[in-house]
């Protein structure tokens, strides 16, 4: 498509971001892959198959390395967040086997989804099981806190899902109804994943701080991804451009075209996402009228604002390479698009 | 079908047997159904809809019910059974509503499914927040070895519904298979909500005896269960006669017919269950191969069998109320088909 997408430079060179907060907690996220590993084995053959297919398919592992550096934040000097940080892979591996089916996905980091090769019955079994050995090890870590945060994010996060499809294909969705959406679906997992680390030291100002960086950094992610969906290169992000458009999904971006857009135009949005009709045509012409009225830019704009705010969220922490860490991964989700 | 089973006279009227159970924990019961009703609630409208659109359909709480019980047998004396109880109770209706999405299921407990009336989306997602919220009762219920037994039966079980899945289609599956296949997808909650209330009182034992009731007894029901679709009433089951059958399961009165069955019979079976061409011609071929070979018969002695040693698995409990009304679960258990 070749669209330009304006963002911010960040502060060091485009995807850097990440590497230095995985050198910081290279050797723990060693032992979360190995248990990740450990803890997708069964006898039975087809789930460390399915599990693996996606596990392998190079995720960047956010989430539990938020749960890494967090823990190290808070300078946690036990070994439970290494379970923690697997339980929180599993979570977000889970949900994606699920959200394939329920979208009917037909690709995921840049290969077939797991539904296409072993079909819509094994993603929603498999999605259970991981959910389930996600519970074991945090219940193997012992700490109830821990597993309260982490059972309502699992609740908050199948409550969004249920809460986007009852608004999909509804082009008047407004931007609050979206970001309760958001805050849910993606932002409930970021947030856990960053709380739980402390929640392990019981230090309520530093749990609540790093909840608020999390939740902040999750919207911010959500909304780049709404952005690259209508922009993006399809090497970049695994998923082809308009994959959101195609199933008729309201997003950051749309709701501001429609909100700006002629009646003319409304209808267009209309016929395409809530009737279907979003062929590849449909969707340079969404393109044009995304950038007309500068809903991309506006849309990282917002993911910028939410940026700062995981920014600010952090101030309650002293100077430590886990806070420049983390701050470079808010760089990183919102250079995304660059 | 007018299928006659021939199965052991019960101890008392037919059905009564869960009447003696329900009223020695009526007043638990009532909590355990608030709860649930309480905890179905959300402000995302589709989930209480999709939530007790199923779990107001008439099921028997039989496993919610064994919890309770379980709990009196072991003298529990706490409220923390009432949250097990229910939290057993959304794990199976999160299983039943992701087990439609998997065996595209039309009915339930004679009903629609909720996947045909919300969709398959609706339904894995509402089952995801009721395994959430199962976690979320035993967190506040705060006993890590409860926790530990339920997150392993959710692991287990989905477990068992890929090993299933694998089997799926597969007439040389041997009886070993199978028990294999349905400890883990029934059994493994059957024994996980027996053994929760003793757990609850740290009573090795006492919890052993009773994990060891439950998994018998969830083996004998799913016999019976597997015989009944082949020759129960549809209002008895509220799902059709032959549903296994037009799904291409195999059961162990499949099994059993197979290995006795003639080259030409395992034709039949080949070409109905593997190759799906499982009319209602052909289901009525298969009841009368079943009758001939005494499969069915075969089926239901061995869940009397495994009803007899969930009987034995309570020797070690004095005699009490709790203990007469378990045993007389075994009868209403192995005498649905009567």
Redesign the interface.
Known sequence: MGVVIPVEEPRHDGGSELEALSALVASDLSLVNSLILSRTG??????PEVANHLIESGGKRLRPLLTLAAAKLARYPGDGHIRLAAAVEFMHTATLL?DD??DESEMRRGKASARMVWG???S???G??L???A??M??EV?S?PG??IL??A??????G???Q??AAKNIATTEDEYLAVISAKTAALFAAACEVGPALMGATEEQDAARSYGANLGIAFQLVDDALDYGGREAKLGKKVGDDFREGKITLPVIFAVRRGSPGEREFWKRTLEQGHADDSALETAIELLQRHGAIEETLARARHYGATACEALDVFPDSQAKRALLDVIDFVTARAH
């Open positions: 069964s006898d039975v053959q087809m789930i699920h089916v329920v819509n019955q094994a929603v079994l498999v259970d099981f959910l389930g050995q519970f074991r945090m219940v012992g109830l597993l309260d059972s309502t699992a609740t908050v996060i199948a409550e899902e249920v809460m499809l009852a």
